[in-house]
């Protein structure tokens, strides 16, 4: 059965940073609302606003994929129930909230370690680190993505 955005975005809240407390899960949903968002570069071109698109482009979120190196994925948008603080974070995220401690970031990820300056692909410089992940904000050659 296909989930409506509202179930996706809670889904993927719980499975990227359920583990995280509150303001980890409103700074991953603001991350994902700031792809849905953003102007230039590849998350518009390739995704057009579309939240949907943002969740399931290919190789943006481990939780969007049931495998993953050729071996089942156990931690999965699809093999999750939400809870109501999912739902509740979710629905402040598609109303427009935004946590203040992730700004503009376009990305985050836990690195097991401490952060680096820049995110992997040059085009994120660090901003800020809440609980386990790292975030980062576009620099100026994200928007020739």
């Known amino acids: ?83 109501p603080i999912h739902f509740e974070i979710a629905d402040w995220a598609l109303a427009g909230g935004q946590f203040n401690g992730v700004a503009n970031s376009l990305w985050y990820y836990n690195p097991f370690g401490s952060c680096s300056d820049f995110f992997p692909n040059q085009n994120g410089q660090f901003h800020n680190r809440i609980n386990l992940h790292c975030f980062y904000t576009p620099t100026a050659s994200y928007a020739e993505t």
Not at 32 to 37: G, K, S, T, Y
Not at 51 to 80: E, H, K, S, W
Request: proline content about 4%; charged content about 20%; hydrophobic content about 40%.
């Open 1 to 83: 059965m296909p989930f409506n955005s509202r179930e996706l975005l809670a889904r993927m809240i719980k499975c990227e940073a359920g583990g995280e407390g509150e303001n980890g899960m409103r700074a991953v949903a603001t991350v994902i609302m700031n792809r849905v968002h953003v102007a230039e570069g590849e998350y518009m071109r390739v995704n057009m606003g579309n939240l949907r698109d943002v969740l399931f482009q290919q190789y943006q979120f481990d939780c969007a994929r049931t495998t993953l190196y050729g071996m089942y994925n156990p931690q999965n948008i699809f093999d999750i129930n939400p809870e």
